[in-house]
């Protein structure tokens, strides 16, 4: 395993606010759950603010109708930013642009790959919905696999380096070169803000590369972690495994966790006995707001 380096970057927001849109249950009156997630991420810097959406849940009925309840208006991204190409996580892909809303699509590459998943003698579809070309007809996109710089102090981190620790691909395939291979899904990976006076802040969708991977990666582009949003993919995890994840990530100075989507009430659970404080409660509408903490 390679030594952690944390980034020498000086570059930090000011604020940071993480509104989760689409999440498998809700945390307020008059909205929606489904298997999927999607995060807003507005980032306030030198007098601007910057909104970055993380996925786009399973549907874009869900999508909207949250946006809706929240007061947030589709056209408001700039900055599409997938985190791999599931389904739960592309699938509301066209309701969003099809509403209005014409941001950046950034993506891996193998993001748009058929993908598809064996359980029960049978093999599922699992990819997006639609493809490159339907997008490039409707809005840029930025196909890429090395970090993104998307505001300041926000970072798409681009492919995650594998580096020993769990990862969460079974049973997952792709087709590439017109083959059927396993996939470890490549194209997996979190956004990454560095709050100033906090340290940086991970929104990951479903950590198919591992959550220590991920805040790995995190470290060396946006300096020491502070809080993980999003799918830790935890929930087929057995307790030691998720109680060696949540350990570590707080010996690795994680100070807050918001378990999301494919994390599981257990790992939820597992994070609410760390110590006070640890855990941040999910579901779609929920928020978060990261600052310096006032002199």
């Known amino acids: 395993m390679s030594p952690r380096i944390f980034s020498l970057m000086t570059e930090a927001a000011e604020r940071l606010e993480v509104l989760l849109l689409v999440d498998n249950r809700v945390s307020g009156p008059g909205l929606r759950a489904e298997w999927g997630f999607s995060a807003l991420l507005r980032v306030e810097s030198g007098g601007r603010r910057y909104s970055i959406l993380l996925d786009t849940g399973e549907s874009g009925t869900v999508l909207l109708h949250n946006m809706r309840v929240l ?7 700039s900055i599409l930013a997938l985190s791999h190409g599931h389904y739960d996580h592309t699938g509301g892909i066209r309701a969003l642009l099809e509403s209005g809303s014409k941001p950046l699509v950034v993506a891996h590459p193998a993001a748009f790959e058929p993908k598809y998943a064996y359980h029960g003698g049978e093999l599922t579809y699992i990819g997006s919905p639609v493809t490159p070309e339907w997008i490039r007809d409707r809005t840029g996109l930025l196909l890429a696999s090395n970090t993104v710089k998307l505001a300041p102090g926000a970072y798409w981190l681009g492919e995650v380096e594998r580096e020993g620790f769990m990862e969460s691909h079974e049973g997952l395939y792709a087709v590439r070169g017109g083959r059927l291979v396993d996939d470890t899904v490549p194209d997996d990976t979190a956004v990454a803000v560095n709050v100033e006076g906090l340290g940086a802040v991970v929104v990951t969708g479903c950590s198919h590369s591992g959550i220590l991977n991920i805040v790995r990666k995190a470290e060396r582009v946006a300096g020491k972690v502070y809080a993980v949003i999003g799918g830790l993919h935890l929930a087929w995890a057995k307790p030691e495994e998720s109680y060696s994840v949540l350990d570590r ?3 690795w100075g994680v100070r807050k966790i918001a378990p999301a989507h ?21 579901g779609s509408g929920a928020r978060y707001v990261f600052e310096a903490p006032r002199k």
């Open 262 to 282: 494919c994390s599981g009430i257990q790992a939820a659970c597992q994070a609410g006995e760390i110590r006070r404080g640890f855990l941040l409660e999910a």
């Open 249 to 251: 990530l707080e010996d």
């Open 71 to 77: 007061g947030v208006d589709p056209r408001e991204p």
